[in-house]
Each structure stands twice: as C-alpha cells, then as structure tokens.
C-alpha cells in the first residue's frame, strides 16, 4: 500500500490470491504472533463469511475483501462500540473517495437508496472479560456490475460503481479506511464511546424511522429513537414502551 499514511494499521499486510475466507486467515496469522493493524486482503473469497451464519458475495477483483487485526484493551462487551466505529469509519472513508449518498443502517450495514452495498463482520477473542484481540472483517462490493450479482441479490445489494457511475480504485479506498479507522480507534480509546456515538447518529439511515426486528421474544416494531452508550438501539413501540436491541438485524419499513 504504497503511500499509506497510517502509523500503525496496515503497516504490515498479506496479500492473496483466493482464500476461503479472510477472517480464518486473520485468525490463523494472529495464532503466530501477528501484531495490531496487520491487514488480509484477498482478490476472491470461496467462503466468505456474512453476520448470522449468512454467506458473504465475493467474486475475484471486483470487491475489497479484507480483516484487520485489533487488539485494544478494553473489556469484551465494548464490542458492539467497535462494531459501530467501524461503521462510521467505512462510511466516512467511501464518502471521502465516491460521490454517493450512503448511510449506515444499525448495527453496521452500509446502504445506498436502501441498497447494501458493504458489511462489518466483527468475531473476538476474549479471556476473563478481556479481549484479547477482535479481527474486523469488511466487505466492500466495489467494483462489481449488476451482472456479477446472483439474481436473488440484485434487490438488495448494489456496489461503489453503480451507484456512483464509476469504477474506483480500490487501492485508494482501503487506504482511506484504514485513516479514517486509526484516527476514530485512537480517539475511541482516549475518550471513550460518545463521540464515536455522535459520528455515528449523524450518519444513521435508521434513527427516528419505522423499523421490525426479530428477537427471541418475537417481532418487535416500533420506531428506531437512538443509541445508547453501549451500542444498543433504542426503540419505541407503538404502545410507547421503550425496548433495547443488543443484536441481530433490523428491517427498514
Ligand atoms: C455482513 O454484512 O453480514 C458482514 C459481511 C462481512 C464480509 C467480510 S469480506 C472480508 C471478511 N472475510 C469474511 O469471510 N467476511 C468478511
């Protein structure tokens, strides 16, 4: 990454060709002593992983597939904090290098006129209540055509290049991630979650908006309100009762 101007993430990075996924490749290189900030990148994935158990789109060149080793010292339940950094710090990266209007649907989902056009897989490691270290797995559909999308996706997902009109360079784009990321990362360690949190409401698609959710006491709807200072989503039901969501997707509606 010729150029980088990061001091610590993406110093060290490894480059392959088709991997299964990214994330086990960061998880393997962690095993052997890698340290902060080294970086996997990988033109193809044959089993990129999604949230949820789902299956991550990776076709060969088109897209930034790519897991960044973290090891901050903070406790395990600050991850959903990370989840939300990461988020804004991949929002404001695109918004700096693309002309598209993009916002992030809670927690981590990066959409374009309703569209998904990246995701945030975030899998730690943790030992009495401390994370040992959190590889940060992103997606970025960059490149690719409508025609490089399954039907069943083209509904849904969308990427950089047909909604900005152009092809873009994923070189710069990860470069600018990983800028965007070590100054909120440095800023999230020396003061805390809040204004991470203020970044992140202000690029919100999902906040005073109808949404559903799924949870293991049933359906909830009710109107995304706002985040909290762990990462939850506050929402409020029709009846008025307020209701926090820690995980899982939501719908839009
Ligand atoms: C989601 O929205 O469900 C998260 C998708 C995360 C995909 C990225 S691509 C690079 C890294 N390697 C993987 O297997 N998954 C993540």
């Not at 991630?177 to 690029?203: D, K, M, T, V």
Request: with cysteine; charged share 25%.
């Amino acid at each position: 990454l010729q150029g980088l101007k990061t001091k610590v993430l993406g110093q060290k990075v490894h480059v392959y060709g088709e991997v299964d996924s990214t994330q086990t490749i960061a998880h393997a290189l962690v095993a052997s002593g890698a340290s902060e900030g080294t970086l996997v990148l990988a033109e193809a994935q044959t089993a990129g992983r999604g949230r949820m158990g789902r299956a991550w789109h990776s076709p060969a060149g088109k897209g930034i597939w790519m897991s960044l080793v973290l090891t901050p010292k903070v406790p395990v339940y600050f991850m959903p904090q990370l989840t939300l950094l990461s988020a804004v710090a991949l929002c404001r990266a695109i918004q700096k290098v693309c002309r598209v209007d993009i916002g992030i649907k809670w927690p981590n989902d990066l959409l374009i006129k309703g569209k998904k056009v990246s995701g945030i897989l975030l899998e730690s490691s943790g030992e009495d209540e401390r994370l040992k270290y959190v590889i940060a797995g992103i997606g970025i559909s960059v490149n690719l055509k409508v025609e490089d999308y399954p039907e069943e996706l083209r509904s849904v997902a969308t990427s950089l290049a047909i909604e900005s009109g152009t092809d873009i360079k994923r070189e710069t784009l990860v470069q600018a991630f990983l800028l965007e990321f070590e100054e909120l990362y440095a800023l999230y360690l020396q003061e805390g979650f809040s204004p991470i949190r203020l970044l992140w409401e202000a690029l919100s698609v999902t906040l005073k908006r109808p949404i559903r959710t799924h949870t293991p006491m049933g359906v909830i709807e009710g109107i995304a309100d706002s985040l909290d200072d762990t990462g939850a989503l506050t929402v409020i039901k029709g009846d008025g009762e307020r209701i926090k969501v820690y995980s899982g997707d939501i719908e839009l509606r």
